[in-house]
């Protein structure tokens, strides 16, 4: 309740220091609305240095035109009301004469006499100015920030630094099935699963602590937990703010479970392109494959029936023959056996499995199959591993069915030279990558296909796919590796593959 305080100027002897003091633009109006009296503050919001400066007719002169015939009754009407009582504060726009203007929040208060007349109003004028421009600031922010929230297609949340939530858009109540008023105020932890539901207060402790940035401004590929309880896999970029002291966190999301889905589709239709594609040879190579196995078990037949032989003869004079005859049938039995053996694992659809594997051996065991049928058609083979090429992380037969592709085109591009050499050289280039080449002593590359020689359907032969080169190059480059091209100075072709070497952690990993 406001005081009403007695009006008579000699009887406040302290109202000059009062309204010198105060920090508001306070008037003192009498019954003919002109001001008596006024708050140093108040001089200077209306541009003067002294009260008879003031304007003339001021306060009312200086409302705005539009809003001085409500001011008027306003004011007329606070010397109407019964002393203590209140009157409802109300907004007026001023202007002042050098232009500027303001709008203020306009308080009356009657001032009546001992007889309880009221003789003057006081009147403060408190500038709404500054406190709306911030209103509507914060408004605008608001309204900016709901629509941002109602609109954006990836999911966000805000938290704050004991990890509650205070923001959850319209993407985020789908993503995660809960509505806004069930989530805001909870911990956001509830829309992990464990073990990073438990984990996660820590993290945000820690971070606080230490300063050190695991996830803001990086981003991860974490798992989502749905109010439902199932869980998927999703993108989240962390940002920070500071307001005041308080911190806060937003997190964007993206929901990754199409996108797997999609990559999960792209990589079994590549490996189901790659197993075709691997059928194929080995259905080009069957004649070939025929002989190679029949060499082995011709050679056993030979070998048993000698020893057979041997056993109708004198056994104990023929027993070291007996003997060799035997050991040479195992041998030949295992050789037939390992060709069977890779190339089960060859055409075998097989889920792509990269393992940390000796590059020797995967090259190795990829010309057992790549020279079938080569020594008929006169080809010469050398390989040669530098002791240093280590460890690579590679799926086994995908590398195997590129060494063979190069091989098996090789030996084709050699078919009407004179010499045929193919060589595979495997060396390190540096600390990180390995180098296969494959030379061959050929036709060299047909100077139509130029750079279309990886593309799909690039082939030069009658009954050739073109697909041969191309797979091997989404294998490689799926691998992290390399493969090109070039003349080999001393005539026909090289082909270069680079792969990563497999790396502390990968080995670890094993
Ligand atoms: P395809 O063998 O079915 O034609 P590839 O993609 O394996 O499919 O090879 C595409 C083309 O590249 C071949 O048709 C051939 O012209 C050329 N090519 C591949 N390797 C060699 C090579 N070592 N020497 C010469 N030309 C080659």
């Not at 390190?428 to 060299?444: F, K, L, N, Q, Y």
Request: glycine content about 8%; charged content about 25%; aromatic content about 6%.
């Amino acid at each position: 309740m406001r005081e009403t305080i007695a009006f008579d100027t000699k009887q406040i002897p302290y109202l000059e220091s009062i309204l010198s003091g105060l920090p508001n633009c306070v008037m003192i109006v009498g019954r003919d609305l002109q001001a008596i009296n006024c708050s140093f503050a108040g001089l200077s919001v209306l541009g003067v240095s002294s009260f008879a400066e003031l304007p003339q007719g001021a306060p009312g002169t200086c409302v705005a035109e539009g809003h001085r015939p409500f001011f008027n009754e306003a004011m007329l009407s606070a010397f109407d009301v019964r002393p203590n009582m209140d009157i409802e504060p109300f907004e007026v726009k001023l202007e002042f004469p050098d232009g500027r203007s303001m709008l203020a929040l306009c308080n009356l208060a009657p001032l009546a006499n001992p007889q309880g007349n009221v003789d003057a109003v006081m009147i403060s004028f408190q500038d709404l100015t500054a406190l709306r421009t911030t209103e509507s600031k914060l408004d605008r922010a608001n309204s900016i920030l709901k629509s941002i929230l109602t609109t954006i297609p990836d999911a966000m949340i805000v938290i704050d630094e004991d990890g509650l939530v205070s923001s959850f858009s319209a993407t985020a109540e789908k993503m995660f099935g809960y509505d806004q008023e069930e989530i805001i105020g909870k911990n956001v932890k509830v829309l992990m699963p464990e073990p990073y539901r438990a984990a996660h207060d820590g993290y945000i402790e820690r971070y606080i602590e230490t300063n050190e940035k695991r996830i803001i401004g990086i981003g991860r590929t974490v798992v989502g937990c749905r109010k439902d309880g199932t869980t998927f896999p999703l993108q989240l970029e962390v940002g920070e703010a500071k307001i005041g002291d308080e911190r806060y966190f937003t997190g964007f999301i993206i929901d990754l479970t199409e996108k797997k889905q999609t990559e999960a589709e792209l990589q079994s239709l590549q490996a189901d392109l790659a197993h075709a594609s691997r059928l194929s040879a080995v259905g080009t190579l069957a004649s070939a494959l025929a002989h190679e196995i029949n060499q082995p078990l011709t050679a056993i037949a030979n070998y048993l029936s000698a020893a057979r032989d041997m056993v109708d003869g004198d056994l104990a004079e023929n027993r070291e023959l007996f003997r060799e005859a035997l050991q040479e049938s195992v041998s030949e039995s295992l050789r037939a056996g390992t060709i069977v053996r890779r190339l089960r694992e060859f055409v075998s659809r097989g889920e792509i499995n990269r393992r940390v594997l000796s590059i020797a051996q995967v090259v190795e065991d990829a010309s057992v199959l790549g020279l079938i049928g080569a020594q008929e058609k006169g080809v010469q083979f050398s390989i040669d591993i530098a002791p240093d090429t280590n460890h690579v992380f590679v799926d086994r037969v995908q590398i195997q069915q590129v060494m063979v592709n190069l091989m098996r085109n090789a030996i084709e591009a050699m078919a009407d030279s004179v010499t045929k050499n193919l060589h595979i050289g495997v060396t390190s280039i540096d600390d990180d990558r390995v180098e296969i080449a494959v030379s061959d002593s050929g036709s060299g590359i047909d100077q139509e296909l130029g750079h279309r020689l990886f593309d799909p359907f690039a082939s030069t032969k009658g009954d050739g796919m073109g697909l041969g080169l191309s797979i091997c190059r989404t294998i490689i480059e799926a691998h992290g590796g390399t493969i090109g091209v070039e003349p080999n100075p001393e005539g026909g072709t090289i082909f270069r593959i680079t792969l990563e070497k497999a790396g502390q952690e990968q080995d670890d990993e094993q």
